[in-house]
């Protein structure tokens, strides 16, 4: 294998070397990846693990070597490979999207695009979603309630933090008349406050579906109506795309697109999938706000920005996008995951919601259905326990509790009913321990909660190994009903 430490010392040089706010996946017990292929990652004993969790993988090694053998270099030289790549991407945009700016991260993406709208009218001001996370720059924990508000960092008085339009949790839900217009109006409402105090807006941005946020899907007419009011502010809409685009719903490339042609964004960035594992980035957006960034006089320059091997790796991907079928894959394979994840929502209380389109959903894992309370120990234990069995998920959202899914987008229905078949096995055990934990409460003449701590899935079972806890009992308490969820009113594909 290749390996140059064992994993015991891996880790102790991290622990020296890498800063401790970096973080690696399953804390408690990390994981060792030394190879993959395709959506399989590989240990350092060679076992293998599905993996649910990355983005876009492609096979573009070949297309790197071949670029890196020849030249390397900064995009002042002219070069075939930046104007073929932006050519190619700019066919998958709507026609007024045209203009690129190649960035190596999506963090760098996002603060040029703040850059372009800034410059575009001279505005500074910045709505942002409650619960985004938009990069690591500083211009852009700025603009990340997901980051901010866990830190020291204060919300700075040029940044307005719109409500998340979550239809499952949020201020406005499945039941409202209609809820697009409900959260579209708060952001008219952040408006005139600003413009009474004085301030412009600049931009607005979200992602097309919220990711780290917890797997939102905004209700359809919601976009159409913010840009209205963005625009009318003369600010601009930028739509970030590092985590959802390059065909990851199945039916359109870029997910801004599921809101109709009438909606289409002033700003477009992108990145993760761009380059499958190949640090590149990109904006791009109008030869407008292009030309009113050009009038600054400042000049754009980024030393590996666009340089001919990232510009090889990005076209290879498109290639292998079209040339496997991998949107249709992903509409195929995420109907099937979805279909089997929604037979799991009606055998199991403690999922509270299935949302997704394509290969991007979230399970909302929920203690109470009706209540609909976070079960963020629950959740933590649950993608301990599916490492265990070989696949990797990841929870978040605000009460880390939403289990993602967006594996690589070359994901088989084999694959979607092994990740199922034990995501099933966990939740049997899982809730019949709760409902003992939960019995043993209510008997005491307390309120119907699970008790458990929160965070940490080693505390949750008290030590106990799920597979000695199996339990005959499989009824549930008034509490922890199994009523189904409201139907709500969602982008339709
Ligand atoms: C939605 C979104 N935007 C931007 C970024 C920043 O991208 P990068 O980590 O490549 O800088 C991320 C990273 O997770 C993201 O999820």
């Known amino acids: 294998m290749c390996e140059l430490y064992s994993k015991q010392d891996t880790l102790a040089l991290r622990g020296k ?3 401790p706010s970096c973080k690696v996946f399953f804390a408690a017990d990390p994981i060792k990846i030394v190879r993959a292929q395709g959506q399989y990652m590989f240990d350092e004993k060679g076992d293998r693990y599905l993996d649910c969790i990355n983005n876009v993988a492609h096979e573009v090694v070949k297309a790197a070597l071949k670029q890196m ?18 050519r190619r991407l700019s066919a998958t945009l709507p026609e007024k999207l045209s203009v690129c700016y190649f960035t190596n991260s999506g963090s760098e993406a996002n603060d040029l695009a703040l850059r372009l709208a800034r410059q575009f009218r001279g505005h500074q001001d910045v709505i942002t979603l409650d619960h985004a996370y938009h990069g690591h720059l500083s211009s852009l924990i700025e603009i990340s309630p997901y980051k901010f508000r866990k830190g020291k960092d204060v919300k700075e008085e040029f940044v307005h933090v719109a409500p998340t339009p979550d239809t499952y949790r949020g201020k406005y839900r499945e039941d409202h008349a209609d809820p697009a217009m409900a959260y579209a109006d708060e952001v008219k409402e952040i408006i005139e406050a600003a413009h009474s105090s004085g301030r412009k807006i600049a931009a607005f941005i979200a992602e097309s579906m919220q990711s780290c946020g917890g797997q939102i899907i905004p209700p359809a ?7 209205e009011h963005v625009h009318r502010a003369g600010g ?3 739509a970030d795309e590092v985590q959802v685009g390059f065909g990851r719903v199945g039916k359109y490339f870029w997910s801004f697109q599921m809101h ?13 999938p761009m380059g499958n594992g190949h640090p590149m980035a990109c904006v791009v957006t109008t030869k407008e706000i292009a030309e009113a960034f050009n009038s600054s006089g400042m000049e754009y320059f980024n030393t590996y920005g666009g340089n001919p091997v990232s510009c090889a790796v990005g076209l290879a991907v498109l290639n292998i996008i079209e040339n496997e079928n991998l949107q249709e894959n992903a509409v195929q394979v995420g109907n099937y995951l979805t279909e089997l994840l929604n037979k799991q929502k009606a055998k199991h209380p403690m999922i509270g919601d299935i949302r997704g389109i394509g290969l991007f959903i979230g399970i909302d894992l929920v203690k109470d259905r009706e209540k609909r309370t976070p079960a963020t120990a629950e959740a933590q234990h649950v993608i301990y326990k599916m490492k265990e069995n070989q696949v990797l998920l990841s929870a978040d959202g605000p009460h880390r509790n939403v289990l993602k899914i967006k594996p690589p987008m070359c994901f088989t229905e084999e694959d ?15 809730e019949e321990i709760m409902q003992v934990k939960t019995e043993s409460v209510t008997s005491e003449g307390m309120p119907c909660k699970t008790k458990v701590p929160k965070e940490e899935h080693v505390e949750f079972l008290g030590g106990r190994s799920i597979e000695s806890t199996e339990s005959p009992s499989k009824k549930r308490n008034g509490l922890c009903s199994d009523q189904r969820a409201l139907p709500s009113k969602r982008l339709k594909t």
Do not use: C, W
């Open 221 to 227: 007419g919601y976009f159409q109506k913010v840009a």
């Open 260 to 272: 109709g042609e009438d909606f289409v964004p002033d700003i477009v960035t992108m990145g993760k």
């Open 416 to 430: 979607a009913e092994f990740m199922v078949d034990q995501l099933d096995r966990i939740l049997t055990v899982l």
């Open 17 to 19: 070397h890498i800063g």
């Open 236 to 238: 601009v809409f930028i």
């Open 69 to 86: 053998e020849l030249l390397n270099t900064n995009s002042r030289f002219l070069h075939d490979n930046i104007v073929e790549y932006a």
